[in-house]
Structure formats: structure tokens, C-alpha cells
């Protein structure tokens, strides 16, 4: 099994950039999809920006135009760019890969064990 590793996260002030890595330990294209997901304290986890293995994103409109997903197959590695940081963007991210190993398969979510990010003047 695939597993996946973020890094980057860390303490910011509003305003500022953040990248966050998610590196797999095989090939990420095996991953139909990937995407980049966020849990604040008390609140659900939530998606954050997907990307396809053809490329297509998708973005949560929170962070549209501020956040910016891709990925890259040759290093197994997305990542999510993070700009204009607002306090609101204070959560655990998360990546997540999901595949679907055949036709009549369900699809297989693997997670990473996240990353904080702290947004704070």
C-alpha cells in the first residue's frame, strides 16, 4: 500500500505563504485522484482542493484564487501552494489518494497523518 507523508506546515501570519508536500512512498500516479482535505478544531474535515491524474483541479471557494494544488509524478509528490493565509486557514491538513483498482471495485482512500498549519499575528 501506498503510503502518503505531508510536510511543510508551520506557524504564518496572515497574509503569508505556506507550501505544503505530500510525498508518496510509490507512485502516485496508481491514484486516480488526489486531493488536499483540512480539519479545524471542533469542525469537519473538509476538502480543501483536489487534482486528477490528468490534472483537472478543483478548489473549495474559501481558497479559491489563494490556493493553488499540483502535483508531480516524477518526484510522487502534490503539492499545495498557499497564499494570502487568513486565520480562518488555521487547521490539520491532510492528503489523501484515492484509486479504484478495477471497474467493480470501491474505491481505496489512503490518508496521510497531516500537518498543521497555524495562521496568527
Known amino acids: 500500500q501506498v503510503q502518503l507523508m505531508e510536510s511543510g506546515g508551520g506557524l504564518v501570519r496572515p497574509g503569508g505563504s505556506l507550501t505544503l508536500s505530500c510525498e508518496a512512498s510509490?507512485?502516485?500516479?496508481?491514484?486516480?485522484?488526489m486531493g488536499w482535505y483540512r480539519q479545524a478544531p471542533g469542525k469537519q474535515r473538509e476538502l480543501v482542493a483536489g487534482i486528477t491524474s490528468g490534472g483537472s483541479t478543483n478548489y473549495a471557494d474559501s481558497v479559491m484564487g489563494r490556493f493553488t494544488v499540483s502535483r508531480d509524478n516524477f518526484k510522487n509528490t502534490v503539492f499545495l501552494q498557499m497564499n494570502s493565509l487568513k486565520l480562518e486557514d488555521t487547521a490539520v491538513y491532510y492528503c489523501k489518494g484515492r484509486r479504484k483498482p478495477c471497474i467493480e471495485c470501491s474505491f481505496i482512500d489512503s490518508w496521510g497523518q497531516g500537518t498543521q498549519v497555524t495562521v496568527s499575528a
Open positions: 510509490g507512485r502516485i500516479s496508481r491514484f486516480d485522484d
